[in-house]
């Protein structure tokens, strides 16, 4: 802000996530077999993510954020050390073998094609509706507290065609949705997308009918 910015234009939220006192709960989500133990986990992981954007949209007093949702590779959460493995097999309830293997599933020939961005969250929805519970539960409570008007900005990450994006987004929509109803506060927010791969941009006048705002990045082959 004293060199000039405006505002964040990329909240990475994967790099979030690497503490020592968050990467054990978010090996369990990963490593959870049912949606209650997945939302179980999320659920400690929300109060982190949480206070992270307060203390964001504190500092920026107002300025724009766009928070990017996880695109995470999946392979970095998963313990490696021989130690490690057995804690959190330990911890789990799983064998060592049930650990290993599922560690070893999630190594990806193509991560850019794989188990990424928006495709993470289709497959487990309750990851959206987390990260934006805490996205608006902040803006929400700052917005209160501080007086500032706050907008909040969503990129869904690494959608490949227009059904994807609308999938997520409609998650995001209802979650955001129920949480200003429930505050009984006027808030309006944002749900855009990033233009990140091939697909993506032969498809990107379709996509855009379904996102508030378009990045675009390098194109990832």
């Not at 990017?68 to 309830?93: C, G, Q, S, W």
Request: hydrophobic share 45%; net charge negative; charged share 30%.
């Amino acid at each position: 802000v004293r060199l000039g910015a405006e505002g964040i234009g990329l909240c990475r939220t994967e790099h979030m996530f690497f503490g020592e006192d968050r990467i054990p709960k978010i090996r369990k989500m990963i490593l959870s077999k049912t949606v209650e133990q997945r939302e179980a986990a999320l659920a400690e992981l929300l109060q982190f993510q949480k206070a992270d954007f307060k203390a964001m949209y504190e500092a920026l007093e107002g300025r724009p954020m766009t928070v990017r949702y996880l695109d995470p590779p999946l392979h970095e959460f998963v313990p490696t050390d021989p130690e490690d493995i057995a804690a959190l097999a330990k911890d789990m309830n799983l064998t060592v073998e049930e650990v290993k293997a599922t560690c070893d599933s999630l190594h990806e020939f193509n991560p850019m094609m794989g188990h990424r961005g928006c495709r993470l969250a289709v497959t487990y929805p309750e990851i959206a509706k987390m990260q934006t519970r805490a996205v608006m539960e902040a803006a929400i409570e700052v917005a209160e507290e501080k007086g500032y008007d706050i907008v909040p900005e969503i990129m869904i990450p690494l959608v490949g065609e227009k059904k994807e994006l609308k999938f997520v987004k409609d998650i995001v929509v209802e979650t955001a949705d129920k949480l200003i109803a429930e505050a009984g506060v006027d808030m309006k927010y944002e749900v855009g997308t990033m233009i990140e791969i091939p697909r993506a941009a032969l498809t990107a006048d379709e996509i855009a009918t379904e996102a508030d705002s378009v990045s675009y990045t390098h194109l990832t082959l």
